[in-house]
């Protein structure tokens, strides 16, 4: 045989493999796959990207769990050892002087990890506030979730 006639060959088996026959079933599924591949960039050119799905991040609140801890961080936030983190803290988390004269540090943009050691007791002006380890991961998702607010 001659290159061309196996090249010619190739060619309908590639064809009738791929549905490349002539039925009316063909004819009409044709232009949906021509054009599905014209939508795409040229594989060639080096700035082409191919469009990707993305999906929402989830928020703090986008699930239920997530609104709960929140709605309890906010309540405790606002009433631990009847008085709040507000009370010296203020309802921003920006701190400033208290009742008794002292000042409360500006805790927005503080790590979870230094929240938690105050809120455990690592503060000593915080001593009388007690709280689960629940609670302290309330708190913490509730200032996280303050900080993230414009």
């Given at each position: ?49 191919l469009p990707v799905a993305t999906t929402p991040a989830a928020t ?91």
């Amino acid at each position: 045989m001659r290159p061309i006639r196996l090249i010619a060959l190739g060619a309908l088996l590639v064809a009738a493999a791929c549905g490349g026959g002539s039925s009316a079933s063909d004819a009409t599924s044709a232009p949906a796959k021509t054009a599905a591949v014209a939508t795409l960039p040229p594989a060639t050119s080096p700035s082409a990207t191919l469009p990707v799905a993305t999906t929402p991040a989830a928020t703090p609140s986008s699930t239920p769990a997530a609104a709960g801890a929140l709605a309890l961080g906010k309540k405790i936030y606002e009433t631990a050892g009847d008085v709040g983190c507000v009370e010296c803290h203020q309802a921003s988390g920006g701190g400033g002087k208290t009742k008794a004269g002292d000042t409360a540090p500006d805790i927005r943009g503080a790590t979870a990890t230094k929240l938690r050691d105050a809120l455990g007791g690592g503060a000593a002006a915080m001593s009388f506030i007690k709280l689960s380890t629940d609670e302290i991961d309330a708190v913490v998702a509730y200032l996280q979730y303050l900080n993230e607010q414009p």
